[in-house]
Nanobody, 121 residues
């Protein structure tokens, strides 16, 4: 069974840093686009950052210049380095990946279980 396993969340003071990791658990053929979303209290889930297999990245305006997404294709892992964190970044962060399990299949979207990030003022 394929799963996305997240780690790295926690409590940090305003201005601090955290690094989130998301690894694909289980056998897959290939990972295409991978990304991070977040859902703050009372808010809808929103896109934070995405990265293609070739390394092209996009960011939400609210995190540009503070967050950096990266990936390790050999390890099927995506990272989110978060610097200069603000209280408004407090949210559950979810990993998302478009995965092909066997050759010839179309990619399907998978979600991680979520990891809590809390930024205190």
């Amino acid at each position: 069974q394929v799963q996305l396993v997240e780690s790295g969340g926690g409590l940090v003071q305003s201005g601090g840093s955290l690094r989130l990791s998301c690894a694909v658990s289980g056998s897959i053929f290939s990972a295409y686009a991978m990304g991070w979303y977040r859902q703050g209290p009372g808010n809808k889930r929103e896109l934070v950052a995405t990265i293609s297999r070739g390394g092209m990245s996009t960011y939400a305006d609210s995190v540009k210049g503070r967050f950096t997404i990266s990936r390790d294709n050999a390890e099927n892992t995506v990272y989110l380095q978060m610097n200069s964190l603000k209280p408004e970044d407090t949210a559950v962060f979810y990993c998302n990946a478009d995965l092909v399990l066997t050759s010839g299949e179309f990619p399907r979207s998978y979600w991680g279980q979520g990891t809590q990030v809390t930024v205190s003022s």
